[in-house]
């Protein structure tokens, strides 16, 4: 099993989506690349003052799907030419971010990005970024969309 973690906006969708993705087989609903150590909750992270990103971490099996397919999965699910918002949610906790585990991953993101770039006018402001502590969000939005 390998990690990845991505932030497309409010984490709800992307948790229903990657859930219902082949080869996937954990996601976990979360806040990361966090300004500030130690717990967080959603109201501190609502707030701006964190500069959190709600992200999605799944635990995916790389026989059955690959990061790259996963990065595929990313792009297409969400506007990354917008920064510090998805739809009708505003604020740095909603901006585009692929959260990366190692050097491989690193990579590969970066060139995913480059050819998705060839499909937006806009240039993509996706930040591409070093893991960092992950703190998972209340047990309220874990599988969300699911329990409604």
């Avoid at 390998?2 to 082949?22: Q, Y």
């Avoid at 080869?23 to 959190?52: A, F, H, L, R």
């Avoid at 970024?129 to 309220?140: I, P, R």
Wanted: net charge negative; hydrophobic share 30%.
């Amino acid at each position: 099993m390998e990690k990845a973690t991505f932030a497309m906006g409010c984490f709800w969708s992307p948790d229903k989506l990657f859930s219902e993705t082949e080869g996937v087989k954990n996601v976990v609903v979360g806040y990361t690349i966090c300004k500030q150590d130690g717990k967080v909750t959603y109201e501190q992270v609502c707030s701006g003052k964190t500069g959190c990103a709600e992200s999605v971490q799944i635990e995916f099996d790389p026989a059955a799907i690959s990061y790259d397919e996963l990065l595929d999965v990313f792009w297409k699910n969400h506007d990354p030419t917008t920064s510090d918002r998805q739809g009708p949610d505003v604020g740095s906790q909603y901006r585009s971010a692929i959260i990366y585990h190692s050097d491989e991953q690193k990579k590969i993101a970066l060139v995913s990005k480059e050819k998705w770039q060839k499909k937006f006018d806009s240039p993509i402001v996706t930040e591409i970024v070093s893991a960092s502590e992950f703190h998972k969000a209340e047990e309220y939005h874990q599988k969300y969309l699911m329990k409604k």
